[in-house]
């Protein structure tokens, strides 16, 4: 990887900070999230996962109050999160 591609990704990480990510009603376009690294594999699974983000009720939900500011805090709750079938959502 060359140096300006990785200062892209970088810089595109705070895209996947908890309150951008899950804002509404208009989270981030799939298209300028920082996921260069996945080039084509599980593409339209990925974006399927990231529309359904901001219709999840987080705050009642997985989290006792409110989001998480801490990214690695949301993400792993994200990763525990199960529908009503108990089924990983994501």
């Known amino acids: ?10 810089e ?6 908890p309150n951008k990510v899950v804002s509404q ?8 999230l ?4 996945l080039k084509g594999r599980h593409m339209c699974e990925v974006e399927e996962q990231c529309r359904k983000l901001c219709f999840v009720d987080w705050a009642n939900g997985i989290f006792s109050e409110s989001i998480p ?13 199960k529908n009503a079938a108990g089924e990983s959502a994501f």
């Open 1 to 10: 990887m060359r140096l300006p591609e990785i200062i892209e990704i970088i």
């Open 12 to 17: 595109g990480l705070s895209a996947l900070h």
């Open 25 to 32: 009603p208009a989270p981030l376009p799939f298209s300028q």
């Open 34 to 37: 920082p996921l260069s690294f």
């Open 69 to 81: 500011p801490d990214a690695t805090k949301f993400w792993i709750g994200l990763r525990r999160y």
